[in-house]
């Protein structure tokens, strides 16, 4: 041992990993302790560990396959080396005392085992999956579209499409689409029972159903310039179903034969109650908002479609009115066709109402009775004028005319239609084509009553004079 003692800790020729001799010899048992090192068998794979006997079979301890070394040969002096840990733990095997050298291997050449290094399980960053980012715009746009649509197919007629190619936006799925209007509160029409209906034959002797001399439609229609009656439609080839220019370049009210009238649904007299039939379209303009357009040609006179809505009281209609800002539109349609004119002039006034001279004093003291039409003639309040009862909503509910917006040089028309002719204040508001429209031109029409443009206001008036000195 001495000899080793001036050399280097590690044996010649072995690597970093080997342990030096004298830590080799530290392992050695003392001479003292009685144990017997227990050599380890190496576990196979599928074999059940057992601990190791140490007796024979006559009793005495079994003897090693290697003998020990003489425990004169330890440096006592060197502290005990304990192991940190042991390997073949598999095997179950404890070792109860240092291990002493192999007899076959004497200190001169003992070379020991180095030691297996501590191998290290690295830690494996696994890279985070990038998750699919889906876009939540897309979805709510498509499913209010689906939905949109889907209240368009229950309309009746030819099918009206959605066309937007600005933007994913679609018109507000709260609106709901209405075959005919839907009364309010406190409205109410005249029942079927007291709709007089004509009693014209169905051929006519030369199928021609309704003839102008007997037709009691036409009873309360307006005259024609020769003092006639005419029916509203024509009948040829080019202009079958549109609306002649007698009724189209006025405001004319129509009356159409009803469900009490012994014609047949054929009659040339039947137009608006059958229904829309041309196709249409609500597409997004560049800069107002939706609109309607009709994708085939119009002819001039032909019948678009109704306005319709929700039907309430003039009291109703002021308290919407009241809630809803500017920026929400105005819906309203008045049924007024059928009131007194708010102004005649005053020649009408003094013929037909000799006795309202002083009611017109007070007027004029009140200053209300200054009402001029354009051209500056006087105009007197009527004493027989009554304000409308009803009015027609189409802010949350109606047809795809609600989407029609306004022009000052129009080339749609609102005319009045009825099929009852003992109630005037419910009727049908009808869109006709003023001029021939081409295909995918937009539908409009002027939201001014043009009766009512020939009325000026009090103040109206006054700016009137004194721009006119």
């Not at 002493?100 to 291997?105: D, E, V």
């Not at 005319?415 to 002719?421: E, K, L, P």
Request: charged share 30%; glycine share 6%; aromatic share 8%.
């Amino acid at each position: 041992a001495p000899e080793y003692q001036n050399q280097s800790p590690l044996a010649p020729g072995i690597g970093e990993n080997a342990l030096s001799i004298r830590h080799v010899i530290n392992l050695i048992s003392s001479e003292e302790e009685e144990d017997v090192a227990i050599t380890p068998k190496r576990p196979r794979h599928g074999d059940r560990p057992t601990r190791p006997s140490i007796s024979s079979s006559s009793g005495e301890p079994k003897a090693s396959p290697r003998q020990p070394l003489p425990s004169s040969s330890l440096n006592d002096s060197q502290p005990a080396y304990r192991p940190s840990h042991v390997h073949n733990a598999s095997s179950r095997a404890a070792i109860t005392s240092r291990p002493r050298l192999p007899a076959s291997i004497s200190p001169d050449s003992a070379i020991p085992t180095p030691r297996q290094p501590f191998q290290r399980l690295h830690h494996v960053e696994i890279p985070a999956r990038t998750p699919t980012i889906v876009t939540p715009t897309k979805q709510p746009a498509i499913a209010q579209r689906a939905g949109f649509l889907a209240k368009l197919a229950e309309l009746d007629g030819p099918r009206v499409g959605v066309v937007n190619e600005f933007d994913e936006s679609t018109p507000s799925i709260k609106f709901k689409f209405v075959k005919e209007s839907i009364l309010g509160k406190g409205v109410s029409k005249a029942t079927d029972e007291v709709m007089v209906g004509c009693d014209c034959r169905r051929e006519h002797g030369r199928q021609i159903q309704c003839g102008y001399l007997d037709c009691g439609c036409l009873e309360d229609s307006a005259d024609n310039k020769n003092g006639k009656k005419v029916f509203p439609y024509g009948k040829g080839e080019k202009d079958a179903g549109c609306l002649r220019p007698f009724y189209l370049e006025s405001r004319h009210h129509i009356y159409e034969c009803n469900s009490n009238c012994d014609c047949n649904q054929e009659c040339k007299n039947r137009n608006v109650q059958h229904g829309r039939r041309v196709k249409l379209e609500i597409f997004k303009t560049r800069n107002r908002g939706w609109g309607l357009r009709c994708p085939v040609p119009l002819r001039k006179g032909d019948y678009i479609d109704t306005y319709r809505g929700e039907i309430i009281t003039v009291e109703e209609a002021n308290a919407r009115a009241d809630k809803r800002s500017a920026d929400e539109g105005n819906y309203f349609m008045n049924f007024d066709k059928f009131t007194e004119p708010e102004a005649i002039t005053r020649s009408d006034f003094l013929a037909s109402h000799p006795d309202k001279l002083a009611w017109h004093a007070k007027k004029v003291r009140d200053e209300d009775w200054r009402i001029y039409t354009k051209d500056g003639e006087e105009m007197w309040l009527n004493p027989d004028y009554e304000p409308y009862l009803y009015v027609c909503d189409g802010m949350h509910m109606g047809g795809p005319t609600r989407f029609m917006n306004h022009s000052c040089d129009p080339n749609c028309r609102l005319f009045t239609v009825s099929y009852n002719h003992s109630d005037p204040h419910i009727y049908d508001l009808a869109f006709f084509a003023l001029e021939e429209i081409p295909a995918g031109t937009e539908l409009t029409f002027d939201y001014k009553d043009e009766d009512d443009r020939s009325v000026i206001t009090h103040e109206q008036a006054l700016e009137v004079q004194r721009r006119d000195g």
